[in-house]
């Protein structure tokens, strides 16, 4: 009976895996746009494209063995918060090493980059090797602490946070984001495998910029929301208890209408990414303040007015509000047409951020269209923004802010839904 009994709960566990990734793939193949533009843009990029399908074999097949044996199982809760945080510190200290790396090779003045490395490149390799082996219980661990944290705000039904927590750390993909010149508009998104050069990015951006005429920019990601999601770990603990949670929302709304309408605009991608990151953060923070005694942020309002910018501080250099300040201007010279003018003005911008340790690359208008569709960053003038956390205030937990959201099936959805939560609070 015993057997029959583990047989049928391989059987439901397998079944319910397949489901997931099957559906992941499905929403994000069909509902993908499809425009002339997308499919331009996707075959000139073909060869450094990210392979999803390969991704899910191996994610499933992984996932699988470790939910069966669920790795760490046997250690208490204090030693798989210990493990957690040291998993975290020393990936912190892989990234910095490679990052020590990658100068030797690019600095002109060593003569012998394999030898001044070498050192290193030990030390890394044997770091690499404890990483690979606590990865499975750290994801193992963090996979039930934002579960069993979710299912304390209400997020589950009946018991089941659907779908399953399951990640994977993993090399992220890039993505390469195309938009117009003459407005900021996510016209197009390919995502491109991971682990590409500074140089590679370069070459791929100006062959698709100046065969369409278009902003180009590839961004490094921190999360993928596919099943199982991918995270970065190459950031705080805290940065990825939010990403882990945000990724989920993705896959949670692939079962609902916001999902299934998720590429249906550049607004429903807003309202999508917008929605993840609200619940990211609030799902995110509770988790770490529950089980790492971390703090849980004040959240910083962004102003919602171009008037309630304060005045440049010549003492201080705040990003959010230079950023913001930013994207007002270039909004404005792209209304005027003045083209030329705002992206010199936007290299301008860049080279003071980098000026005060903000390593952007390249700011421009692919750059705002794909950090505004975050609709909570100040690189975005978006309304929704503000709407979505006006909605989340009025509603009296997270769980019921994500059942009204989840409904919405297009922006004009937004405004009604708001005003009859603001209608509810006036009756209370």
């Not at 569709?373 to 009296?396: F, H, N, V, W």
């Amino acid at each position: 009976m015993k057997r029959k009994h583990l047989l049928l709960g391989l059987g439901l566990l397998l079944a319910a895996i397949l489901l997931c990734s099957l559906t992941g793939v499905f929403v994000w193949n069909h509902f993908w746009p499809h425009t002339p533009i997308q499919k331009r843009v996707e075959a000139m990029v073909r060869p450094w494209r990210f392979d999803l399908l390969r991704y899910e074999a191996d994610a499933i097949i992984i996932k699988a063995e470790e939910m069966l044996f669920r790795p760490g199982r046997t250690l208490s809760s204090e030693e798989q918060i210990a493990l957690v945080k040291d998993y975290v510190a020393l990936s912190r200290r892989i990234h910095r090493l490679k990052r020590d790396i990658e100068r030797i090779y690019a600095d002109p003045e060593v003569a012998e980059p394999d030898q001044a490395a070498r050192a290193d490149q030990q030390a890394l390799d044997a770091m690499l090797t404890l990483q690979a082996e606590a990865r499975p219980m750290v994801e193992t661990i963090l996979a039930r602490q934002v579960t069993e944290t979710m299912k304390a705000m209400g997020l589950d039904v009946v018991g089941v946070v659907w779908p399953p927590i399951a990640f994977r750390f993993s090399a992220l993909p890039n993505y390469l984001i195309v938009s117009p010149r003459d407005r900021i508009e996510l016209e197009a998104g390919v995502h491109l495998r991971p682990n590409l050069t500074a140089r590679q990015k370069e070459i791929i951006e100006d062959e698709v910029a100046q065969a369409l005429d278009r902003s180009t920019l590839i961004e490094a990601l921190g999360g993928l929301g596919v099943w199982p999601t991918l995270v970065s770990d190459e950031a705080n603990l805290a940065w990825i208890l939010d990403t882990i949670a945000h990724e989920w929302v993705h896959t949670h709304m692939a079962f609902h209408p916001l999902g299934w309408h998720m590429f249906d605009s550049p607004q429903m991608n807003t309202i999508n990414e917008t929605v993840a990151t609200i619940i990211g953060n609030e799902v995110g923070a509770e988790v770490a303040y529950r089980y790492y005694g971390i703090p849980k942020p004040k959240p910083k309002p962004l102003p919602e007015k171009p008037s309630e910018l304060p005045p440049p501080d010549p003492n201080a250099f705040d990003f959010q509000t230079e950023m913001r300040r930013t994207r007002l201007k270039v909004d404005e010279l792209l209304a005027q047409g003045r083209i030329d003018e705002a992206e010199a003005y936007m290299e301008t911008r860049r080279r003071e951020f980098v000026k005060h340790g903000y390593a952007i690359r390249k700011l421009n208008q692919a750059y705002f269209a794909f950090h505004g569709s975050y609709a909570t960053t100040s690189a975005s003038t978006d309304p929704i923004g503000p709407k979505l956390r006006e909605l989340r205030s009025l509603t009296p937990d997270l769980a019921t802010f994500m059942r009204e959201v989840q409904t919405i099936r297009r922006p004009e959805d937004l405004d009604p839904l708001l005003e009859s939560w603001r209608q509810q609070r006036k009756r209370d």
